[in-house]
């Protein structure tokens, strides 16, 4: 489990992708520290098992799925990438609640300055959009941010020029894809909402369910 809090930018050395299982290695510093052979480090968000420690960053598998639902398989040596280690059981919430596990991409379709801050609209599918609600939570390349506004196909953010520094979305353009990964809450109340069909009980929340169930 992550916050959304990046720890640091990384820089990809090597991307191996193809048949069978793909290989990333990135080049890092802060979040090797402690970090061991099977630990979780949350590359661009995406929730990726460490297999090989170097003195100057690591190694991870990929399977071709994560390069599909992600941005990770458009990335090129070079590239730079944020990186968060999982939260460890004394940590702090910084963030919010962060899986590590991309529901899809979205596309930045306009930047814009606002005084000190930075405003970026970002087109994304239906069937993530349905999830993003105004003032809550969102995982942008594994960054935690707020939603400041909706439309019906598209949302936008604020950013401060701290978050603008350390992370990369201060490297980002109109027409770039980015991870998503919406609140993790919202997910779960949807389905517990919409029990599974049985043959004694109506799919959803009905009133004879909740007499059934005791209340």
Known sequence: MFTGIVEEKGTLVRL?????????????EKVLQGTKIGDSIAVNGVCLTVVELKGNGFTADVMPE???????????????????????????????????????????????????????TIDA???????????????????????????????????IPHTLGETILGEKKPGDKVNLENDIIGKYVE???????????????????????GF
């Open 16 to 28: 191996q992708s193809g048949s069978g299982l793909g290989k990333i290695q990135i080049k890092a």
């Open 66 to 120: 994560t390069l599909k639902r992600s941005n990770l398989g458009e990335l090129s040596p070079g590239s730079s990438v944020n990186l968060e280690r999982a939260m460890p059981a004394e940590g702090r919430f910084g963030g919010h609640i962060v899986s590590g596990h991309i529901d899809g991409t979205g596309k930045i379709t306009k930047v814009w300055r606002e005084q000190n801050a930075v405003w970026y």
């Open 125 to 159: 599918p239906k069937e993530l959009m349905r999830y993003i609600v105004e003032k809550g939570s969102i995982a942008i390349d594994g960054t935690s941010l707020t939603v400041a506004d909706t439309t019906k196909d598209s949302f936008s953010v604020s950013i």
């Open 191 to 213: 389905q517990l909402m919409q029990p599974k069909e049985t043959e004694s009980r109506e799919r959803g929340l009905t009133k004879d369910f909740l007499f059934q169930a």
